[in-house]
Structure formats: C-alpha cells, structure tokens
C-alpha cells in the first residue's frame, strides 16, 4: 500500500506562488506515474497535470500551462507542484495521486492523498 501527504497549501494573493508537496510512504513509488488534481466547491475532480516514474515527460492542463510546475525526487519519495501567478480560479483543493502508468485519468490512479486547500484572493 501506498500512503500519500499533501502539503503546502494555504492562502496566497493572486500572482503569488505556492509549492505543494506530495510525500509518499508505505513503499516506493519511484515506478508510478504521479498526478496532481483539484477539486473546487461544486465541482468535479480535474487532472491539473502528471509526471511520469523517471520524471522525463510532463503532461499540464491548459488551464495550468506555463503557471504550474511539477516536479519529482525518487530518492526522496516526494513529488512537488510549483504553483506561480496563481489565480482566483486556482482555489480548490490539491490532491496528489499515484498510478501504474502515464494517463490523465481521475480513474486510472490508484492511491490518493487526503488534498491541501489552496485558496488564492483576488
């Protein structure tokens, strides 16, 4: 089993950065592709982006793109999302997930963290 911790989040103004962290324990997690998504009041999951296991390829959403950077450390077990000129319609909360492979799929994760709220004040 694979247990994931969010942290990093809280309350920025628009234009200012935060930086999540996802760490993982259990076991390893070096051979899983690992997301983030958000979910905001009223509204359903959304993949925000991905990383594959070796950290060589990036997926974002469009909403994200060029904002947003995810990031990992095998050695450390911990995946990072550096959120910059963030917006008020970034608030949500965070969730980071693990799956066997590459995809975008809110189903196709296997294990999630518990989520860090991120609200962000215009």
């Known amino acids: 089993q694979v247990q994931l911790v969010e942290s990093g989040g809280g309350l920025v103004q628009a234009g200012g950065s935060l930086r999540l962290s996802c760490a993982a324990s259990g076991r390893s997690v070096s051979s899983y592709a690992m997301g983030w998504f958000r979910q905001a009041p009223g509204k359903e999951r959304e993949f925000v982006t991905m990383?594959?296991?070796?950290?060589?390829?990036?997926f974002y959403a469009t909403s994200v793109k060029g904002r947003f950077t995810i990031s990992r450390d095998n050695a450390k077990n911990t995946v990072y999302l550096q959120m910059n000129s963030l917006k008020p319609e970034d608030t949500a909360v965070y969730y980071c997930?693990?799956?066997?492979?590459?995809?975008?799929?809110?189903?196709?994760?296997?294990?999630w963290g518990q989520g860090t709220q991120v609200t962000v004040s215009s």
């Open positions: 990383i594959n296991w070796s950290g060589t390829n990036t």
């Open positions: 997930a693990a799956a066997p492979r590459s995809n975008y799929d809110v189903d196709e994760y296997d294990y």
